[in-house]
């Protein structure tokens, strides 16, 4: 459940109590999950306490969402893939392969071109990833060019078929690393999504990209990855006489740029907005991070500095 432009989400845990295997249906309720929510008297009230936002719902109001939300969609998009440890263990021969110059010739396709094109909103919420290899100019000069163009094409294009599995586009590649993006519908869970399909594409690195390196004596790697969302409009830019495309315009673009440059080496942060509309789980994973450097940005709705956070992988 949104408030103004997705300021956070509710979780619930679904009981079943009625499966009729014959009828192919299923009655169930929904609890607000436990570890994150109680139920608090508050000035005489009733109210359910949000632990991690420190908010507190009157019933009257819980109950009114509740009943607001009968009657609309529900968008269920998993994950292509089920184990993401186990998708990286059957591409390492295809990685291999690659790194040894032995890649099938590319086939031209833009996805994303084709998809903001037929978008019929101006403006729509989406998740934006920004995926940075560290160093990258060190290794060019470390590096022969021709095994270092071998080792970004492997790179990125591994990335890319990441995002795809977790219903994200590829917006633009920056030379090591590329722009990634989920849109809505659904936008609650495709900051999930977004967060599952970032964490997946550390572990190709340093659990299948950098052995790899290792095996064929090439430097390895490291990745910075970085998340944020909100409305962003996608409008057509440039030229037809020499190049047009559609693209996102927003500042939630350049922003998860820049949280993607505040993560530590190896990790993965996020803004604010992120964080509230991911679930109960993903956030028990996150802490605040405190960048180096300046950090001027500032929520135009709250008027102070905006957030960000790191996630706690091991």
């Not at 633009?172 to 809505?184: N, Q, R, S």
């Not at 944020?228 to 315009?249: C, F, M, R």
């Not at 964080?275 to 802490?287: A, D, E, K, M, S």
């Amino acid at each position: 459940m949104n408030a103004r432009l997705r300021d956070f989400r509710m979780d619930f845990r679904m009981e079943v109590l009625e499966p009729d295997d014959k009828d192919r249906t299923v009655k169930f309720r929904l609890i607000p999950d436990p570890r994150r929510y109680e139920w608090r008297t508050r000035n005489g009230e009733e109210h359910l306490y949000d632990r991690f936002d420190n908010l507190y719902f009157p019933k009257a109001v819980y109950e009114k969402c509740l009943a607001d939300a009968v009657g609309h969609p529900i968008f269920y998009q998993p994950p292509k893939i089920r184990d993401s440890l186990a998708y990286i263990g059957d591409r390492l021969d295809q990685i291999r392969k690659r790194l040894r110059g032995q890649a099938p010739a590319p086939e031209f396709l833009d996805p994303s071109d084709s998809f903001l094109r037929g978008l019929e909103a101006e403006r729509i919420g989406f998740v934006i990833l920004s995926v940075d290899l560290v160093g990258s100019t060190s290794l060019a000069i470390q590096m022969e060019p021709q095994r270092y163009q071998t080792v970004i094409q492997t790179v990125v294009y591994e990335v890319a078929a990441i995002v795809a599995l977790f219903h994200g586009y590829v917006l633009k590649y920056t030379g090591d690393g590329l722009i990634a993006y989920f849109p809505e519908p659904s936008f609650i869970t495709k900051n999930d999504l977004a967060l599952d399909c970032a964490l997946t594409i550390r572990a190709l690195v340093y659990e299948a990209l950098n052995p790899l390196l290792d095996e064929t004596g090439l430097p390895r790697i490291d990745i910075r990855v970085g998340l944020d969302s909100g409305e962003a409009s996608a409008i057509a830019i440039g030229n037809p006489v020499t190049k047009e495309h559609k693209d996102i315009i927003g500042a939630v673009v350049s922003l998860a740029c820049k949280i993607q440059a505040k993560a530590p080496i190896g990790g993965v942060a996020l803004g604010e907005t992120t964080l509230r509309n991911l679930h109960t789980g993903w956030r028990q994973i996150c802490q605040p991070l405190e960048p180096s450097g300046e950090w001027k940005y500032v929520d135009p709705r709250s008027n102070r500095t905006y957030g960000i956070y790191k996630v706690n992988v091991t």
